[in-house]
C-alpha cells in the first residue's frame, strides 16, 4: 500500500508539471505574438511626431557637445532645419558608434545622423537620404613626424575610429594593413588623437571634417596632412528601409534647403574657414 500511495503521488506530481509547463508555453506564446516584429516596429516611425537621431556625440564639427554640455554642430542645425520642414521634432541620443545600424534597425533610433558615410556595404543595412556633405579619409601625423607616405607607415601604428568609414577605407587597402604594425581601433576619434599626441601611434586615418576642425582648435601648426590619402566619399542620413514615406519627406527637405540657402547659411556657420 505505501508503494501505491508514493506511486500515486509521483504520478499527480508529473502531471502538476506538465500543467505548469504547458500554461507557460501559452504565456511565451501569447507575449511574443503581441510583440511587434522589428520591421512592423520599424514602420512605426511614420506616424510619430517625435523621432530619435542617434548620434556620436564627440564627432566635432558635426555633432557635438559644448563648453557647456549641449549638442551642437553642423548636422545637429541641419537635422533641425529639416525637421521643421517635414513638421517633426527631433530627440538628439548619443549612442556607441560601432553599434548604429544595430541601434537603428531595433527601433532605438529613427536616424543615423552625424558624419556618416555613404558605403556599399552599410547601404545593405540601412536606406540613405541624397548626400549633402563631400568628405575624404586624410591621413594625419604629427607635425615633426619623419612620416611623409603612407609606405613610411610600415611597421608603425596607425590609430583610426573603430567601426568607422575611415577603417573601411583602410581594409579596402589589403597590401597598406599588411604593411603596418598594427590598426589601433579606438572608440572616438578624440582618443585616437590623444594617441597620436602621446606618440604611439604614428598617424591617424580620420575624417577631413573632424579633422580640420579639430586641428584649427588645437593649433594646426602641431600637425601634418599628407598628400596621400585613402579616398573621397559623401556624407548621407541613414534610415530604416521600411521607412520610405519618411525618406521621400527628408530627401525633399534636403533639396528644399538647399534651393532656399539654408544650407549655405548653415554650412557657412561652421565651415566658413574653409
Same mark, same amino acid.
Given at each position: 500500500?505505501?508503494?501505491?500511495?508514493?506511486?500515486?503521488?509521483?504520478?499527480?506530481?508529473?502531471?502538476?508539471?506538465?500543467?505548469?509547463?504547458?500554461?507557460?508555453?501559452?504565456?511565451?506564446?501569447?507575449?511574443?505574438?503581441?510583440?511587434?516584429?522589428?520591421?512592423?516596429?520599424?514602420?512605426?516611425?511614420?506616424?510619430?511626431?517625435?523621432?530619435?537621431?542617434? !548620434? $556620436?556625440?564627440?564627432? +566635432?564639427?558635426?555633432? &557635438?557637445?559644448?563648453?557647456?554640455? =549641449?549638442? %551642437?554642430? @553642423?548636422?545637429?542645425?541641419?537635422?533641425?532645419?529639416?525637421?521643421?520642414?517635414?513638421?517633426?521634432?527631433?530627440?538628439?541620443?548619443?549612442?556607441?558608434?560601432?553599434?548604429?545600424?544595430?541601434?537603428?534597425?531595433?527601433?532605438?533610433?529613427?536616424?543615423?545622423?552625424?558624419?556618416?558615410?555613404?558605403?556599399?556595404?552599410?547601404?545593405?543595412?540601412?536606406?540613405?537620404?541624397?548626400?549633402?556633405?563631400?568628405?575624404?579619409?586624410?591621413?594625419?601625423?604629427?607635425?615633426?613626424?619623419?612620416?611623409?607616405?603612407?609606405?613610411?607607415?610600415?611597421?608603425?601604428?596607425?590609430?583610426?575610429?573603430?567601426?568607422?568609414?575611415? !577603417? $573601411?577605407?583602410?581594409? +579596402?587597402?589589403?597590401? &597598406?594593413?599588411?604593411?603596418?604594425? =598594427?590598426? %589601433?581601433? @579606438?572608440?572616438?576619434?578624440?582618443?585616437?588623437?590623444?594617441?597620436?599626441?602621446?606618440?604611439?601611434?604614428?598617424?591617424?586615418?580620420?575624417?577631413?571634417?573632424?579633422?580640420?576642425?579639430?586641428?584649427?582648435?588645437?593649433?594646426?601648426?602641431?600637425?601634418?596632412?599628407?598628400?596621400?590619402?585613402?579616398?573621397?566619399?559623401?556624407?548621407?542620413?541613414?534610415?530604416?528601409?521600411?521607412?520610405?514615406?519618411?525618406?521621400?519627406?527628408?530627401?525633399?527637405?534636403?533639396?528644399?534647403?538647399?534651393?532656399?540657402?539654408?544650407?549655405?547659411?548653415?554650412?557657412?556657420?561652421?565651415?566658413?574657414?574653409?
Amino acid at each position: 500500500m505505501v508503494k501505491i500511495f508514493k506511486a500515486v503521488k509521483l504520478l499527480s506530481l508529473f502531471v502538476i508539471m506538465a500543467a505548469l509547463i504547458v500554461g507557460c508555453s501559452n504565456g511565451n506564446t501569447t507575449a511574443t505574438s503581441a510583440t511587434p516584429a522589428p520591421s512592423e516596429q520599424a514602420a512605426k516611425s511614420e506616424g510619430k511626431t517625435e523621432l530619435v537621431l542617434g !548620434l $556620436d556625440d564627440t564627432f +566635432a564639427p558635426m555633432g &557635438f557637445r559644448d563648453e557647456k554640455g =549641449e549638442i %551642437v554642430g @553642423f548636422d545637429i542645425d541641419l537635422a533641425n532645419e529639416a525637421a521643421s520642414k517635414i513638421g517633426i521634432t527631433l530627440k538628439f541620443q548619443p549612442i556607441d558608434w560601432s553599434m548604429k545600424e544595430t541601434e537603428l534597425n531595433a527601433g532605438n533610433i529613427d536616424f543615423i545622423w552625424n558624419g556618416y558615410s555613404i558605403t556599399e556595404e552599410r547601404k545593405e543595412k540601412v536606406a540613405f537620404s541624397k548626400p549633402y556633405l563631400e568628405n575624404r579619409q586624410i591621413i594625419v601625423t604629427l607635425a615633426d613626424s619623419p612620416v611623409k607616405t603612407k609606405a613610411d607607415l610600415a611597421g608603425l601604428l596607425v590609430a583610426v575610429q573603430a567601426e568607422s568609414s575611415a !577603417l $573601411d577605407a583602410v581594409n +579596402a587597402e589589403p597590401d &597598406f594593413v599588411k604593411s603596418v604594425k =598594427e590598426l %589601433v581601433e @579606438f572608440s572616438t576619434n578624440n582618443e585616437a588623437f590623444n594617441d597620436l599626441e602621446a606618440g604611439r601611434s604614428a598617424a591617424l586615418v580620420v575624417d577631413e571634417v573632424l579633422a580640420r576642425y579639430y586641428m584649427n582648435q588645437k593649433g594646426e601648426e602641431k600637425y601634418r596632412v599628407l598628400e596621400e590619402n585613402f579616398g573621397a566619399e559623401e556624407y548621407g542620413v541613414g534610415l530604416r528601409k521600411d521607412d520610405t514615406e519618411l525618406l521621400k519627406k527628408l530627401d525633399t527637405a534636403l533639396d528644399e534647403m538647399k534651393s532656399d540657402g539654408t544650407y549655405d547659411k548653415i554650412y557657412s556657420k561652421w565651415f566658413s574657414q574653409n
